[in-house]
């Protein structure tokens, strides 16, 4: 079974600082990793992910994650946050093989941006 | 650029009333899903959907609850029986159809059983 530990449940940053979310997988079988972002009253929105290749993937709004193998890590990074950032992100993961298409979710981080 | 869309936005229901939350896939796509979020917790799947049936579910997907393609566009979650428990956010997604192709999700359905 998969599973995902998101470390930080809340991180308030001020506007224009870098940020790093954090996510650690658990798995005993290869595995796509995603972020989501979850605007307030809005759904999941897909911000990048991760299938194979460079393990430096760019998503949208200048978001980036880099994938450790060896850490099972898929930390999410943005070098200069905007206070429209604010909102909660999940990191989440499927498996390669075996016919499973169910994302496993952490639990999130609410990202607060402030003035 | 094509969305998932789900209606309603919130529902309320009385416990033991049966509800049906409705969803409209991306037109294109194949694989169809249900997943929920109770407050404060993680978003947890309920259910994938692949021609025309049900292709896994969670242990929270038993017999209170079932799903359905009743046209070429909806998809819908029918809960029996509601219990306060059932309180939650319902997402739907769908995808194209290998796992490394992204699922799109709704806005979700806010489902208030009082």
């Known amino acids: 079974a998969q599973s995902v530990t998101q470390l930080d449940s809340q991180v308030p940053v001020f506007e224009e600082a870098p940020v790093e979310l954090r996510c650690n997988y658990s798995?005993?079988?290869?595995?796509?990793l995603f972020w989501y972002v979850q605007y307030p009253n809005q759904g999941l929105q897909l911000l990048l992910k991760y299938l194979s290749g460079s393990t430096l993937v760019k998503g949208i709004n200048g978001f980036e994650a880099e994938f450790n193998k060896s850490q099972t890590s898929f930390h999410l990074r943005k070098p200069s946050v905007h206070i429209s950032d604010t909102a909660e992100y999940f990191c989440a993961v499927i498996r390669t093989q075996g016919g499973s298409e169910k994302l496993v979710f952490g639990k999130g981080t609410k990202l607060t941006v402030n003035p | 650029e094509p969305e998932v869309t789900q209606t309603p936005s919130h529902q309320v229901t009385q416990m033991g009333q049966e509800v049906i939350l409705r969803c409209v896939p991306i037109s294109n796509h194949l694989y169809f899903y249900w997943y929920r979020q109770i407050l404060g917790q993680k978003v947890e799947f309920l259910v994938s959907?692949?021609?025309?049936?049900?292709?896994?579910k969670s242990e929270i997907f038993d017999d209170q609850f079932s799903v359905e393609r009743p046209d070429g566009s909806n998809f819908t979650l029918k809960i029996r029986s509601t219990k306060l428990e059932d309180s939650a956010m319902y997402f739907c997604?769908?995808?194209?159809?290998?796992?490394?192709?992204?699922?799109?999700f709704g806005d979700g359905t806010r489902l208030s059983i009082l």
């Open positions: 997604a769908s995808s194209e159809v290998d796992s490394n192709q992204p699922q799109h």
């Open positions: 959907f692949y021609n025309n049936e049900i292709s896994e």
């Open positions: 798995s005993s079988v290869s595995v796509y």
